[in-house]
């Protein structure tokens, strides 16, 4: 079974197809972050100043404090069943200043949930993911579920209780995702069982344990932060190529 994109779908996701002339290996080259940190040309009315409320500005900032005091708080951390719940006991009481790094980059993921939520609403009520900005809206939702699954990833790592049994939670909750989980939706018909599911594949084991705290960890401090960068690449290059957010209310 072949599945068929529309061709105005295509034209927004791919842009253009393989260059056969000059002129459409220029138009490749501008139309993309990738090749070109900024858009080539720009008309008049999509430089114009719109009110915001900065929520993706504040959401970005969020994100830069928490990178820059995750950094920090690597240094003194192990990702290990013996060392984690220490490491953080002596971040919290030992190192100089490890316990306000450690508030720091908590309450700014805290932020960060609550400033993009509130950017997506504001963009959905604005009405500002209307063509042309329906391909930057996907990758928006995309930046959505990326913060969210920083959110999940780095409750883990304090390895107390709370965080133990809070991630158990959620992790269980895995086995009904619909095609992905063993008890979900068509999870039987495809094969899928509790040692072969969604689940089993974040934590690398049946249960929380050491392999699950190292994915955890893994995800957390390098695969996650990754995707983001490349997402926020794209969609801070099509706001400045899509021009006046509000343009849709």
Same mark, same amino acid.
């Given at each position: 079974? @072949? ?12 842009? @253009?197809?393989? #260059? ?31 009110? @915001? ?5 504040? =959401? ?16 003194? *951390? ?36 609550? @400033? ?8 959905? *009520? ?31 790592? #304090? ?16 086995? =009904? ?7 979900? #939706?068509?999870? =039987? ?16 084991? =049946? ?43």
């Amino acid at each position: 079974m @072949t599945i068929k994109l529309p061709p105005e779908v295509k034209r927004k996701i791919f842009r @253009t197809g393989l #260059p056969r002339t000059p002129a459409e290996e220029l138009q490749a080259v501008r139309r993309t972050v990738f090749l070109h940190l900024h858009p080539m040309q720009l008309s008049a009315d999509r430089m114009k100043i719109s009110f @915001t409320w900065c929520l993706g500005g504040l =959401s970005f900032l969020l994100f830069l404090i928490t990178v820059f005091t995750g950094a920090f708080l690597m240094i003194y *951390y192990r990702p290990t069943l013996e060392n984690a719940y220490a490491d953080i006991l002596d971040l919290q009481y030992t190192v100089f200043l490890g316990g306000f790094l450690r508030n720091v980059h908590r309450w700014a993921g805290h932020g960060i949930v609550i @400033t993009v939520v509130l950017h997506m609403l504001r963009v959905f *009520y604005t009405g500002s993911y209307k063509p042309p900005r329906e391909f930057n809206w996907i990758v928006g939702v995309c930046l959505l579920l990326i913060v969210l699954a920083f959110a999940f990833t780095g409750y883990l790592l #304090p390895w107390d209780q709370i965080s133990y049994w809070g991630t158990r939670v959620g992790t269980n909750l895995l086995h =009904s995702v619909p095609l992905l989980g063993s008890d979900g #939706p068509l999870g =039987s018909a495809l094969g899928l069982r509790p040692d072969r599911d969604i689940t089993f594949f974040l934590l690398g084991d =049946s249960d929380l344990g050491p392999r699950a705290l190292v994915r955890f960890y893994s995800l957390h401090v390098f695969i996650l932060p990754l995707l983001a960068a490349i997402f926020l690449m794209v969609h801070f290059w099509r706001v400045r190529k899509d021009g006046n957010l509000t343009a849709g209310l």
